[in-house]
């Protein structure tokens, strides 16, 4: 049972504020997608797409890039804003996310400190080793949609949501 102050209806939503600011960066290539097992950090042990906090002074879109070339060591190309995601949380950081999506890249994806590289089938995507949200909108991303959601989340559990998609 979803305690009534999680339902998404029942957040605050015109005062919330994010406490931090993030990105999410899906490579897409012969009808595969980039993802990342996620080894340190908020989410580590899951499987995602790679990104992270943004720095003082940079937009979405840098960060989105900075992170994928420092957690994979490649620069994604044909970048394109895919949407935003709102989480909140009580015992975690309310965080506003921004996706990405890019059609191609420059480099060899490259395990790192932070990541392992993972290629995989579009079709297969690994939903139940990834972020319980990551079901609902990630499909419909990866087919050129964009997402507007909101989630909300306790010890690491989807409790509630709402998504708005648009056709690019």
């Known amino acids: 049972m979803v305690p009534e102050k999680m339902l998404i209806g029942n957040i605050d939503w015109d005062n919330w504020q994010a406490e931090e ?6 490579v897409q290539k012969n009808k595969q997608v980039l993802l990342i097992f996620k080894k340190r950090g908020l989410g580590a042990g899951n499987i995602n797409g790679p990104g992270g906090r943004l720095e003082v002074g940079e937009s979405p879109l840098q960060c989105a890039i900075r992170e994928t070339e420092e957690e994979l060591c ?17 015992d975690m950081p309310r965080i506003h996310g921004y996706v990405f999506t890019a059609n191609d890249y420059i480099g ?10 993972i290629w995989t089938d579009i079709d297969k995507i690994p939903f139940e080793k990834m972020w319980q949200d990551d079901k609902y909108w990630l499909p419909q991303v990866l087919a050129g949609m964009v997402v507007k959601g909101r989630f909300s989340f306790e010890a690491e559990n989807l409790l509630d949501y709402t998504l708005e998609f648009e056709e690019i």
């Open 21 to 26: 600011h993030a990105t999410l960066m899906f």
């Open 108 to 117: 060899t994806p490259t395990e790192t400190d932070e990541a392992i590289p």
């Open 74 to 90: 490649i620069t994604p190309l044909n970048v394109k804003a895919a949407g935003e995601l709102l989480f909140h949380a009580e």
